[in-house]
């Protein structure tokens, strides 16, 4: 089961999107094409928490149920064009992380 999701642009960025009819499939490839938006980076922010009754109903949960809720803003060339919040059932996904060491840099005295 695929995770609730609502993506938010800036109207500023993408004027008619929505009244031109233009996503179709995916919402990447739609911005590229139409507005010459491409993604450089992102940053998500994950925490645990209750699933609300419209998202229960989308994820087949009760509502109240846990579940991860993740915050991305993601970036291009030009700066912020996205902000998507997605709710992941929290018994169908899991999270990985990988850390390293590492020295600091070194600072500049004056």
């Known amino acids: 089961m695929a995770p609730s999701q609502t993506a938010q642009l800036s109207a500023a ?3 008619g999107f929505l009244d031109a009819g233009l996503l179709q499939g995916s919402l990447y490839e739609a911005l590229e094409r139409h507005y010459g938006i491409v993604p450089v980076a992102a940053r998500e922010n994950y925490r ?3 699933v609300g009754a419209a998202d229960a109903e989308l994820l087949d949960l009760p509502a109240g149920s846990p579940a991860f809720v993740v915050e991305r803003i993601t970036t291009d060339e030009r700066g912020p064009f996205e902000f998507t919040v997605s709710v992941m059932r929290g018994d169908r996904y899991e999270i990985r ?3 390293r060491a590492g020295r600091a840099a070194p600072t500049a005295r004056s």
Request: no cysteine; hydrophobic share 45%; net charge positive.
């Open 97 to 99: 992380s990988t850390l």
């Open 48 to 50: 645990v928490g209750a």
């Open 13 to 15: 960025r993408v004027p």
